[in-house]
């Protein structure tokens, strides 16, 4: 798999999501939060007059939330089934190639990785985990939560 | 009809195009099979199309063509060249006639029956004839004017595309506004920017009629469905409709087309009786069905009444205890209108055998869920063997939601305006609270019912004290009342409401977003989703605890509007007389009209309420009002309110606009006199058998001058071709009198003559001869 791959770091382990599903990263501006959503989901954000509903992705994988970014902190902008998201992550690194296709991880990649991640990849940065976006978005598994 | 005419003439004229190239081929090679094929759907399509609607002479045309060319399809014949020739003159003349339809003109001059005999196998010699007509129909056709409105058809995908882009624009505008404010932008870009805003807007409001159909699409199926299930049934029953001119978001019509369906068919084959029944009841062998659509506000109101046999209350109670869907005790509890609610419940129907028409396991509480999914909401009202309403409310479009923003804890929320039924303050005196474990009930006007606090369901730490927030009370579709308590409200606003992300709609408590002006994102409020949560809905028995009555309801009374009138003064009017509430441009108001008239849509209404042109401003809100025969507008400032009647209305001392005055809000406020406005405005209706008035057919004056005057008089004006027996005859002084028929009126030119000969009027004794004419009318009536 010769593929670009945008690096970014959630809760302090690198990552990878494909440029094909990255739209943008763009400066946060204010979030309208959703009383009543799960944890991972941050709140609304407006984008060039679109609504982008704001994830948070370390709680959506299951780890402890990052918790609500500054305005203008920067986020991954993916769009998933007709919705577009903001992806708050820890960092976002660069576009990379990714030299090989997903392989699994050997041993445990840990808890909730396992369930969001394709699988690791290497790329020019290092070695990261593959996310697949809709396992992301689908949030923790309810007991989890 | 006019709509579905506009789509055949479409149609044919699309297909005329196509198959103009089909022919030409046609015509090079007559044994080329696909071409005879696509030739012969077209003339095929034709001959349908002629039949639902009333053209003779073009299904003639179309099915001596069709019969043609089945004979060489079957092999029966081969495509002479002399065949292609009169198929081809068949579809010019085609051509020539649509064209003539659509400007409104008779049909081009006869000779069809020479294009039809040249089908004929053995008609060598009508080449000549045919070639003379053929160059008829194009000459025909040339001279046909463009001047009639032509449709086109387009596909809805593309229309709604063009419907979110613009939806998108208006969202972007409003974007660039704020920053345009925020940043300060130069003077001179905002010229052209409140420019570009304006185009806009009335792109939008382009786009949205774009999406309006007029019901009468849902309409035009109906009579054969009816037609067809009564035949099935062994039941005569006869449609009624009413109100096809009402227009609906197109997408809305596709919504409720199954539920309607569904509707009629159980009052067909459960409501109306077998006509045995039906004597035996002393009503009409027939049954009706009554179909009647009307705006109200920003909604649409479709009632279903039928005269059947009546929904059995207690019936529907046996089934839904027998059903386990309530207890015993409970049912007892049930008064009228709860009982035939349960028709709604899933797996309860009164029918007492399934039948193949409307036995098909779909039952009312499918068509409520589906009519609630559109935001709309379902009332039954029936009366044992007298019939049964059913009255659907539903929102004019999907995607523009007129709302009602709200603050809870520091946030903004938006609600759909259509479940508030009223707003009251806290700490108005005429309301009580009451706690009742850790729910709070409220008591407003004698109703007691429970009270959310938004803050609390959308899970905010600290809350207001009811008595300190603002109750919104809302009305469910399924007629649950309850109150929610919101810190605040903001604004009435139109909202372009998006889809959320799966994940926030999970919550049941968002229906969608939007942003507002301010570019800040704004969550709709899903409010039966709340009431859901709050355990208020889905209970037979919590649903008629919260409807109890703890008090005697108050004298209720008259619903009306109450508005500003172009002449400054307070006025109300009884809410039934109106149909419905328009922006018109002035453009379209004619004072100098007697009475005034005021052009709405593509008709002419007399226009009250308006003295002069310069209260008028650029756009005018009207008030349509109805008697259920004519109508007529009223011209008015502003909409204040909607309140009751409830106070006696002082009776002016003269008749006029004015019946009097009454007591709204503490303010004296002028009642209109609808009977008076009716009787001064609306035009009498037409008699349907007019008396005829017979006028010399050469006389120049008198068809000119005379005859508005007759027919103003309720006449209808002939000649002297007319061959029955005229009511009168208008003679002129010295020429003859009409030799057949009825009373003669002599006018003379000279008005001291008129005075000598008996029966003769001076032509210009306007009132005299008015009185003449009533006056045998009259006579004639008696």
């Known amino acids: ?145 | 009809m006019d709509d579905l005419l506009a789509e055949f003439l479409a149609e044919t004229r699309e297909m005329l195009a196509a198959v103009g190239g089909e022919l030409v081929a046609w015509e090079a090679n007559p044994a080329d099979r696909a071409r005879l094929d696509a030739i012969f759907r077209f003339v095929h399509t034709v001959k349908g199309n002629c039949g639902f609607f009333d053209f003779p002479r073009l299904e003639a045309l179309s099915h001596a063509a069709e019969d043609a060319l089945a004979e060489v399809r079957a092999g029966r014949r081969s495509a002479s060249p002399r065949l292609v020739t009169a198929v081809l003159a068949i579809v010019d003349r085609i051509g020539a006639m649509i064209d003539a339809i659509e400007a409104g003109e008779d049909l081009p001059t006869r000779g069809e029956d020479v294009l039809i005999a040249a089908l004929e196998p053995d008609s060598a010699d009508s080449a000549d004839l045919l070639a003379e007509s053929a160059g008829d129909a194009s000459g025909a056709r040339s001279t046909a004017p463009n001047g009639a409105q032509r449709s086109i058809r387009l596909p809805i995908g593309l229309l709604d595309s063009v419907m979110s882009s613009v939806s998108d624009l208006v969202l972007a505008r409003n974007d660039l506004s704020r920053r345009m404010r925020d940043a300060g932008v130069d003077p001179a870009v905002h010229g052209p920017f409140e420019r570009l805003s304006t185009i806009l807007d009335q792109v939008r409001e382009a786009v949205t009629r774009m999406r309006m159909q007029r019901i009468e699409h849902l309409f035009g199926a109906l009579p054969r469905l009816v037609r067809d299930l009564s035949a099935e049934l062994g039941k005569q029953v006869m449609i009624d409709l009413e109100g096809g001119d009402v227009e609906l978001d197109r997408e809305m019509i596709e919504m409720i087309r199954d539920p309607l369906t569904h509707i009629i068919r159980n009052a067909i084959d459960h409501g109306i009786e077998p006509p045995s029944q039906r004597l035996a009841a002393g009503k009409r062998e027939i049954g009706t069905l009554h179909i009647s659509a009307r705006q109200s506000g920003n909604r649409i109101m479709l009632a279903i009444a039928d005269d059947g046999r009546g929904i059995d209350g207690m019936r529907l109670v046996e089934k839904a205890v027998a059903a386990g869907a309530i207890s015993r005790a409970e049912a007892d509890g049930l008064d009228d209108t709860a009982r035939q609610a349960l028709i709604f419940e899933p797996g309860i129907s009164t029918a007492a055998e399934v039948t193949s028409v409307s036995g098909r396991g779909v039952g009312m509480d499918v068509v409520r869920a589906n009519i609630e999914r559109v935001g709309g909401s379902i009332e039954v009202n029936s009366r044992p063997g007298e019939g049964t309403r059913i009255v659907l409310s539903l929102p004019l479009t999907l995607s523009i939601i007129p709302s009602l923003t709200v603050g809870a804890g520091e946030q903004l929320f938006a609600m759909p305006r259509s479940y508030v039924e009223e707003i009251v303050h806290g700490s108005a005196s005429h309301i009580e609270f009451a706690r009742a474990g850790d729910a709070t009930l409220v008591t407003v006007r004698g109703k007691r019912v429970a009270c959310l606090s938004l803050s609390e369901q959308l899970g905010f730490a600290d809350h207001l004290r009811p008595e300190d927030s603002t109750l919104v009370l809302i009305r469910l579709a399924s007629g649950d009342l309850f109150a929610l308590a919101v810190d605040r409200i903001f604004d009435h606003e139109e909202l372009v409401i998006k889809p959320l992300a799966p994940a926030v709609m999970a919550t049941g408590l968002y229906a969608g977003s939007t942003l507002l002006d301010d570019g800040n994102p704004v969550l709709m409020l899903d409010i039966a989703g709340i009431a859901r949560k709050a355990q208020l809905i889905g209970d037979v028995q919590k649903r008629a605890r919260a409807s109890e009555e703890v008090a005697e309801e108050q004298v209720r009374g008259t619903p009306a509007l109450l508005f500003m009138g172009l002449d400054g003064g307070r006025k109300v009017v009884r809410l039934g007389a109106i149909r419905r509430i328009e922006r018109v441009s002035a453009a379209g108001v004619d004072l100098a009209s007697d009475p005034p008239r005021v052009v709405i849509g593509d008709s002419l209404f007399p226009l009250a309420g308006v003295s002069d042109a310069a209260a008028l401003g650029e756009q005018v809100s009207v008030l349509r009002l109805g008697d259920g025969d004519s109508e007529i507008a009223y011209a008015i400032d502003r909409i204040l309110d909607t309140v009751e009647l409830t106070g006696e209305v002082a009776a002016a001392r003269r008749t006029g606009e004015a019946e009097g005055t009454t007591l709204v809000d503490g303010l004296p406020t002028e009642v209109l006199d609808t009977h008076w406005l009716f009787a001064c405005f609306a035009a009498p209706p037409r008699a349907l058998d007019p008396p005829v008035c017979r006028l010399p057919s050469g006389d120049q004056w008198a068809h000119t001058i005379l005859a508005p005057l007759v027919e103003a008089a309720g006449y209808r004006v002939v000649d002297d071709s007319f061959e029955g027996v005229a009511d009168v005859a208008i003679a002129t002084e010295g020429g003859e009198a009409s030799p057949a028929g009825g009373t003669v009126i002599t006018l003379c030119s000279d008005p001291e003559r008129a005075g000598q000969v008996p029966g003769s009027l001076y032509r210009y004794d306007r009132a005299g001869f008015s009185a003449a004419l009533a006056a045998l009318r009259s006579g004639r009536a008696a």
Not at chain 1, 17 to 39: D, K
């Open chain 1, 1 to 145: 798999m010769n593929q670009l791959v945008v690096v970014i770091e959630i809760a302090g382990r690198r990552a990878a999501l494909r440029t094909a599903e990255v739209q943008s990263v763009v400066e946060l501006e204010a979030i309208c939060s959703v009383p009543g959503a799960p944890r991972f989901v941050l709140g609304l954000t407006a984008l060039r007059s679109n609504t982008l509903t704001v994830i948070d992705a370390a709680a959506a994988i299951g780890l402890p939330p990052h918790g609500l970014p500054e305005t203008g902190a920067r986020a991954v902008i993916v769009d998933h089934s007709g919705h577009r998201y903001a992806l708050v992550v820890d960092a976002i690194d660069d576009v990379a190639a990714a030299l090989g296709d997903p392989a699994p991880v050997a041993g445990d990649a840990g808890f909730g990785w396992d369930r969001v991640s394709e699988g690791l990849i290497e790329t020019d940065r290092g070695p990261a985990l593959l996310i697949s976006l809709g396992a992301l978005l689908a949030g923790p598994p309810l007991v989890a939560a």
